[in-house]
């Protein structure tokens, strides 16, 4: 018997990415970014979320993608794994989608090394690939450059 399994769909570029409902807290809208010094690249700031400040991750920059052109604002993923929450910096939200655990299948060796370090598998749509992020070793890899610091921290 398989088992089904809801992910959080949300798009980069021309990718479609899953993630597992349970690790999402909320999607937001784009939101003020307070900018880290001699942070990594895809760090793209801080946001105050009702108290809480909370590491914003851009994943086009991430993922090795090119810049977002033009006008669009990136929508706010915010996941959640363990103690840690973080704001993935996404082009587009899309659906919950459930999937067959008994059609996923390993990350192709094709993939760029970028992704091939967040993507757990995938799962073959209808009309697409759905990439699975992995949200344990998204959050587990980010912070603010501060070492040992978690990615969220309660503002005074």
């Known amino acids: 018997m398989s088992s089904l399994r809801q992910l959080c769909t949300f798009r980069v570029g021309d990718s479609l990415f899953?993630?597992?409902?349970?690790?999402?807290?909320e999607v937001i809208r784009s939101h003020d970014l307070t900018p880290v010094p001699l942070a990594p690249s895809a760090i793209k700031g801080l946001i105050n979320l009702r108290g809480n400040i909370v590491t914003a991750?851009?994943?086009?920059?991430?993922?090795?993608?090119?810049?977002?052109?033009?006008?669009?604002?990136?929508?706010?993923?915010?996941?959640?794994?363990g103690d840690s929450v973080i704001s993935l910096l996404v082009d587009d939200v899309g659906d919950v989608v459930d999937v067959n655990e008994s059609e996923f299948e390993e990350a192709p060796l094709t993939l760029i090394a970028a992704c091939r370090d967040l993507v757990r598998g995938v799962y073959k749509l209808p009309h697409r690939v759905l990439l699975?992020?992995?949200?344990q070793r998204l959050v587990a890899g980010e912070s603010p450059g501060l070492t040992g610091a978690p990615a969220s921290r309660q503002a005074a």
């Not at 699975?132 to 949200?135: C, E, L």
């Open 18 to 25: 899953g993630i597992d409902v349970l690790s999402v807290q």
């Open 57 to 81: 991750i851009d994943l086009r920059t991430k993922l090795e993608f090119p810049e977002r052109v033009g006008d669009s604002l990136p929508m706010h993923v915010i996941v959640r794994a």
């Open 132 to 135: 699975a992020v992995d949200a």
